[in-house]
Nanobody
């Protein structure tokens, strides 16, 4: 099993910045991709950003140029650095780990991000 714990959410004004952290523990071998998803009230969960084991990153069009997904492998931590935040970025943000060998997804409990206008 993989345990994921997010932190860093909160309330920020539009135009501001936040950095989310996700620490992975447990059976972290063979994790192929780490990612951040978000879910706003009444909407489906959507992919925000991902980073593969080789460092390849992918971003939703809505966050390109504003968000980045750096990682610190020594700390088993992936971050989501969010800049120029907009009210439409308000959502619960979830950390995800995916093991393709097993076809399994692991999820953190989520952290709330609220952007006020």
């Amino acid at each position: 099993q993989v345990q994921l714990v997010e932190s860093g959410g909160g309330l920020v004004q539009a135009g501001g910045s936040l950095r989310l952290s996700c620490v992975a523990s447990g059976s972290i071998f063979r994790i192929n991709t780490m990612a951040w998803y978000r879910q706003a009230p009444g909407k489906q969960r959507e992919l925000v950003a991902s980073i593969g084991s080789g460092g390849t990153t992918n971003y939703a069009d809505s966050v390109k140029g504003r968000f980045t997904i750096p990682e610190d492998k020594a700390k088993n931590t992936v971050y989501l650095e969010m800049n120029s935040l907009k009210p439409e970025d308000t959502a619960v943000y979830y950390c995800n780990a995916y093991k393709s060998w097993y076809g399994k997804d692991y999820w953190g409990p989520g952290t709330q991000v609220t952007v006020s206008s």
